[in-house]
Every structure is written in structure tokens, then in C-alpha cells.
């Protein structure tokens, strides 16, 4: 099974700017055609007050900074001239995360969508949604927030797929700002499939593909949990991708480039189990022969190696 979709991580909070420009952007792009790559999905339009594009709306309301360049019409144009499916990833207030209440990112959320699709939606490579909310277990209110929020989307974009992207509440869902690896308490096998059959039905008419993370379980593991995330999947008439994460959990230095071993035994998991599609968190940081990371710039060598891609 090889990668063929990616994130655009360009406004994040545990990853380290690249600062770049519209120039490597490009660059970028023509690496990830070349290894494959036909689906990208920015992974949030903005966090706090920073913003991938000029919204007027979050500018007005919540005091957002105005960006110096409007990367969503960047990437839009990018993927047009790449061929690349782009999708569009929401709003972040950061308010969740402290929160622990999704509720606090709907309200806005609603009046960005309608923004975006209104300023960008007749690009022809605008392919779909993302929420960027991530979830897993028990997540307060989620249900409700992912469902409304997928209904919304849909509604005024005609029906374009959404996808989540969750994680497993495995031994290493650890936070970023922790100097831990695992945790002693995490969720078993049974508990995860029978929690995200109660999640799965709740947002079954309005989310039309899941593609779990898949680095919070050992790799043993893991084709286990990937099983029971496509069968689910296939329950409730979703499509079943694979966020195959291209950095390590398992060393404390958060995070660096994974160890191609270590993505191959991902990927060849979500192939036995019959996944669809597998994308990457992410490329440019991860993957990248111009990555800040000399080791993303081997990753991509030895994957280009590997599936014998000139």
C-alpha cells in the first residue's frame, strides 16, 4: 500500500514553521506528485488568532491576525496545477482543547464554512471537508459537534464528503508536552470498538470517511485495531482510509521523522486489513526532500527506493 494523500500542517502548535513561501510550496507540491500524492488536506484553516486565509469573518469576531498571504487560494491553485483533490480543513479556536467541550468550536465553524465555500468553493479542485476537531473516546459533546458540524458542510457545499481523521486512546496517546512515551492506562481492543460503534452511529449520515491515526498502539498491535476501524467503517457505509503518521512516537523528542521500517509495517497493516486510501501527517515536514529535517529528506529516498518511483 503506498501514500497518496497528505496534510498541509502550515498553521500547527506542536511543529515547527518552515517559512515558507509560495516558491517552496510549489516546490513541494511536484515532490509530492512525484511520489504519488494526489489528495491533500490542509489540516486547519487557522488556531488562535493565525489564519491561512483572510477571513473577514474571524478577523471581524475574533480578532485574528490578517496572514500575509492567502495560502488556501495557494493551495487550491497548486493542487489545480498538480491534479490534486484539496481538502479544506476548519477552524481551531483552541478553546476545545482547554475546554474539553467540542460545542465551543461549532458557532464559529458554522459561519466559516459558508466564508470559504462562498470565496473558494467553484475552484474545481475544492474536493471536500475536514474536521479538524479531533476525537476519540468519550469526548464531551462530540457526537453532537461532529454531526452538526459534517450536516453543515454538507448543506452548503451540495453534498462534498467530509472526513475525521480520530485517534485510538492507545499506551502512546501521550500529550505533545509530555516527556512520556506511553501511559500505563489506555483503552483495550474491545472498549475502542464498542465506543466508536456508538460514535460511528451517531455521525453515520454525516461524516463519509474515517481515516484513524495509527501511531498511538504498538505495531503488534495494530493491524488488530485497524481491522475493527474498517469494519466499523463498513457498518455504517463510511469510507475506510488509514492516517498513516510519517513521524515517531517512540522516542521522547517530539516529533521526528519516523523510521521507514516502521512506516512500512504501518502501511502493509492497512493493506492486509483492506483500507481504501492511505494519507500522511505529514509530507513536508515528515516526508520532504526539503524538509527542515535532514532525516524527512532520507525518508523520502528510501520510500522512493523501496516502490521503485524515478
Known sequence: MRITGTFLDEISHDIPHQNWGAKEWDADFAHMKKLGIDTVIMIRCGYQQFLTY?????IDNHGCFNPPID????????????????YFGIYDSGKYWVSGDMRDEIDSNLFVVEE???KYGQHRNFGGWYLSLELSRKTRNAVRSIAKLGNHCKAVSGGLPVLISPWVAGKKAVLANSDQITKSTFISIQEHEREWNEILDGIKNSVDIVAFQDGHVDYNELEAYLAVNKNLAD???MESWTNSESFDRDMPIKFMPIKFEKMLLKLEAARKVGCTKAITFEFSHFMSP?????????????YMEYFKIR
Request: overall charge negative; glycine content about 2%; cysteine-free.
Open 290 to 302: 526539503q524538509s527542515a529535517y535532514i532525516q524527512a529528506h532520507n525518508l523520502y529516498d528510501r
Open 71 to 86: 495560502l488556501v487560494q495557494l493551495f487550491l491553485d497548486l493542487s489545480e496545477k498538480y491534479g490534486m483533490t484539496f
Open 116 to 118: 470559504v465555500f462562498q
Open 235 to 237: 457498518t455504517y457505509e
Open 54 to 58: 483572510p477571513s473577514a469573518y474571524l
